[in-house]
């Protein structure tokens, strides 16, 4: 795996319980991308109890939903992680993504040219899968690119130790591949110095 040194990402995990499986996970993942160069800026559960989004309203009065939204436009990826409620991603994690309705107007609109890397952890894999399923959708309508490795976590099979560590071999090598996918995308992001220009 090769690094991009200085890459800004963006990790967030939509879990309001502390040590969650989804939290492990997407922490792991966002270790290695810094071994590999890149600044990561977290944001846990906690930090994205943020007000239910309200369209009509341009002030939310939240700076720290104004420090969220400057970290996402600063970034050059996104890495997210999410629990799996009734089959889909939480409510706190879908409004936190709300709340950047104001990168609509950017030069770079949304998400447009990063990549984003989802982590999904369930009691089993249908519901993990199904909520990476749902958030590819979000992410796609932002404009993102999600990765083509994302990462479903069956939280039941207990894959990381209490250091954190992570015990499981084969999610251990499908997160290290979605780590790759999202490095290479910077990579071939960074060589293209301007955005290609598609006559429509």
Sequence with gaps: MSGVAGARIVALCGANRPGSTSERAMQWMAALLEKEGAQVTTFLGADLTFPLYDPTRADHGDARVQDFIEAVRASDALLIGSPVFHGGPPGLLKNAIDHLQPLMTD??????????????????????????????????????????????????????????????????????????????????????????????
Excluded at 125 to 150: F, Y
Excluded at 155 to 164: H, Q, V
Excluded at 185 to 196: D, S, T, V
Aim: aromatic letters at 4%.
């Design 107 to 200: 030069q770079r609109v949304y998400l447009s040219g990063r990549a984003v890397c989802c982590i999904a952890a369930g009691g089993g894999l249908p519901g993990a899968i199904s909520t990476l399923s749902a958030l590819r959708d979000v992410i796609h309508s932002l404009r993102g690119w999600p990765t083509p490795m994302q990462v479903p976590v069956n939280s039941s099979l207990a894959p990381f130790d209490e250091a954190g560590a992570c015990v499981d071999p084969k999610l251990e090598k499908t997160m290290r591949a979605a780590a790759a996918d999202m490095l290479a995308f910077l990579g071939a992001m960074r060589r293209q110095e301007q955005p290609l220009e598609v006559a429509l």
